[in-house]
Structures are given as C-alpha cells and as structure tokens.
Nanobody
C-alpha cells in the first residue's frame, strides 16, 4: 500500500503562482513514476506532468509546458508541482498519483497509475 497526500491548493488570480506538494508514504520503494493529474467539474481527469524517481525524465501536457515544473525530493519522498502564469482554465482538483510499474515511456493515462491522493482544489480567478 502507498499513501499520497496533496497540499498547497488555493485561490489565486490569473497570472499568479501556486506550489503543490505530494507526500508519499508506505511502499514508496515500489513506485517508479509520480504524476499530477487534474479534473475540472464535468470533465475527465487529465494528465498534467510526471517525473520518475530516478533519472531526469519529466513530461508535461502541452497545455502547461513552460508554465509548470514538476520536481521530486527522493530523501523526503515528496513531489512538487510549481505552477506559474496560472490561467482560469487551470482551475480544477489536482491529484498526485503513483505508478508501480516501470514503463518504457512515461505514463500519461489515469489507468496506468496504481495509487492516488485525495486531491487539492486550485481555483484561478480572472
């Protein structure tokens, strides 16, 4: 089992920044990749960014490339998502997730992830 807890969401004006954090506990050694997803009301859960626990591989959705940065702290078992230049369309519940399989390419689909946090709300006002 693995537990994931997100924090750092909130209300921000367009153009502002937020930093989300995800703390992992439990069977963290089995995790290969950590991802961030988001889900707006009435919409599907979409991939945002992902990072492997080893190496420098990161991957971003086109909609956040250049604005968001994913990072990890292996010693603390945490993953962060720095979000800059936020837009109203970034409003959603943000989830972190863990993939416990090593895949040749970074997973971007929700079904590829085994464990999920409870989510944190991000609201960007115009």
């Amino acid at each position: 089992q693995m537990q994931l807890v997100e924090s750092g969401g909130g209300l921000v004006q367009a153009g502002g920044s937020l930093r989300l954090s995800c703390a992992a506990s439990g069977r963290t050694s089995n995790s290969s990749t950590m991802g961030w997803f988001r889900q707006a009301p009435g919409k599907e859960r979409d991939f945002v960014a992902a990072v492997r626990w080893s190496g420098d591989n990161t991957y971003y959705a086109d909609s956040v490339k250049g604005r968001f940065t994913i990072s990890r702290d292996n010693a603390k078992n945490t993953v962060a998502l720095q979000m800059n230049s936020l837009k109203p369309e970034d409003t959603a519940v943000y989830y972190c997730a863990s993939d416990h399989y090593y895949r040749p390419s970074i997973p971007t689909m929700p079904w590829q992830y085994n464990y999920w946090g409870q989510g944190t709300q991000v609201t960007v006002s115009s």
